[in-house]
Structures are given as structure tokens and as C-alpha cells.
């Protein structure tokens, strides 16, 4: 099992940048595949980016791709969003998930959630 908590939220204005981080406990982090989601007032959840185990591989959904980064350090036990360019449409609730699966594909893969930090872009 592992627990996770977001941090590095808050308030920019548009085409500003932020880094997300998500700390993971346990001694198991580099076993999991590591996501991003992100949940706007009124919307469904939204995939946002996924990293491999190693940290290899990336995969990120059209809307953020080119501005955002995802990357992890498992010697830290930690995963990072790093948003530039942002819009207002980046306005969400985000979460980091952990999954046993090499390629988690639909959000109930990630058995693993944090609690969220808020990212609101200003126009």
C-alpha cells in the first residue's frame, strides 16, 4: 500500500508556470506507475499525464502535451508535474494515483489516490 500527498498548488495567471509535487510513504514507490489526473468544477475527472517505474516512459493527454512535464525521482519517493504555459482552462483540482499495472489505461487502474491540491489559472 502507499500514501500520497499533493503539494504545490495555488494561484497564476495565465501563461505562468507551477510545479506539482505528490510525496509517496512506503519503501515501494519505484513498483508503481505513477499519474496525474485533474477534475474541473462541473467535469469528470481527467487524465493528465503518466510516468513508467523507471521513469522511461511518458504519456500524456493532448491537452497538456508540449506544456507539461511529468517526471519522478525514486530515490525521493516523489513525482512532479511541471505546468508551463498555463490556461485558464488548466483550472482543476489535481491528484497523483499509483498503479501496479505497467500500463494503467482508465482511472480505476490506480487503486492508489491523494487528496488533491488546487491549481486555478487567472485570465
Known amino acids: 500500500q502507499v500514501q500520497l500527498v499533493e503539494s504545490g498548488g495555488g494561484l497564476v495567471q495565465a501563461g505562468g508556470s507551477l510545479r506539482l509535487s505528490c510525496a509517496a510513504s512506503?519503501?515501494?514507490?519505484?513498483?508503481?506507475?505513477m499519474g496525474w489526473f485533474r477534475r474541473a468544477p462541473g467535469k469528470e475527472r481527467e487524465f493528465v499525464a503518466r510516468i513508467s517505474k523507471t521513469g522511461g516512459t511518458t504519456y500524456y493527454a493532448d491537452s497538456v502535451k508540449g506544456r507539461f512535464t511529468i517526471a519522478r525521482d525514486n530515490a525521493k519517493n516523489t513525482v512532479y508535474l511541471q505546468m508551463m504555459s498555463l490556461k485558464p482552462e488548466d483550472t482543476a483540482g489535481y491528484y497523483c494515483?499509483?498503479?501496479?499495472?505497467?500500463?494503467?489505461?482508465?482511472?480505476?487502474?490506480?487503486?492508489?489516490w491523494g487528496q488533491g491540491t488546487q491549481v486555478t489559472v487567472s485570465s
Open positions: 494515483a499509483a498503479s501496479g499495472y505497467a500500463m494503467p489505461r482508465i482511472s480505476t487502474d490506480y487503486p492508489y
Open positions: 512506503g519503501r515501494t514507490f519505484s513498483s508503481y506507475t
